[in-house]
């Protein structure tokens, strides 16, 4: 389902607790705390990440590319459920178990992360209003992707999809998480 900017989201605090609701326009406008769920997309064996194309008219980062289905908690989800309904209306995945993965904030975006990933082999169904274009992609090649600035990927999906190579031993040193405080899976905020 598109989203419209009188749609009520959950209104969070700095510490990650939930204060009430909000109208989307509302958390924009004024740059509120709030929460998202990011559902990273693996192939059954685990070799290939869904990589899709965000619709040309989506109010944050439009045209871009990203491996993370996911969106703002809308009042009262929490955010397991969260991640089912954003995945189920992004890539039409249903039915599958989620694995928590960690959670953070990145600056200077008030928004408290959870991140989760999937095993999936079925269809993709991509919601129209949300994403144009996706395609299967091996683990170096979305490495490759994360490593290049001028890649055409969200910020947040990139520190995300860069900081879950990092916690694999796959790299990225250098990544800056004095920005974003990473934590354990259900370790932090809304927990």
């Known amino acids: 389902m598109a989203r419209d900017a009188d749609e009520l989201v959950a209104h969070y605090d ?7 609701r909000v109208r ?38 439009p045209g871009l590319h990203d491996c993370w289905a996911g969106g703002v908690f809308a009042a009262g989800e929490t955010p397991e459920q969260g991640a089912e309904r954003e995945l189920a209306e992004e890539l ?16 200077p975006v008030r928004c408290h992360y959870f991140a989760y990933e999937v095993r999936w082999d079925g269809l993709i169904a ?6 144009v274009s996706g395609r299967w992609m091996s683990l170096a090649g979305l490495r490759a992707w994360a490593e290049d600035p001028e890649s055409p990927f969200v ?14 031993g796959q790299g990225f040193p250098g990544q800056d ?6 934590s354990p899976p259900h370790g932090g905020p809304g927990s």
Request: no cysteine; glycine share 10%; aromatic share 10%.
């Open 14 to 20: 700095a510490a990650g607790t939930v204060v009430g």
């Open 24 to 61: 989307r326009a509302e958390m924009r406008a004024h740059g509120l705390w709030h929460a998202a769920t990011l559902v990273l997309v693996r192939s059954g064996d685990g070799s290939r990440v869904y990589v899709h194309r965000r619709a040309p008219d989506k109010d944050v980062f």
């Open 92 to 107: 039409g995945v249903r039915g599958v178990p989620l694995a928590p993965l960690f959670t953070f904030e990145q600056p």
């Open 126 to 131: 991509h919601q129209p209003e949300e994403i």
């Open 155 to 168: 910020p947040d999906g990139r520190y995300a999809i860069r900081e879950w190579f990092r916690r694999r």
């Open 177 to 182: 998480l004095s920005s974003g405080a990473a």
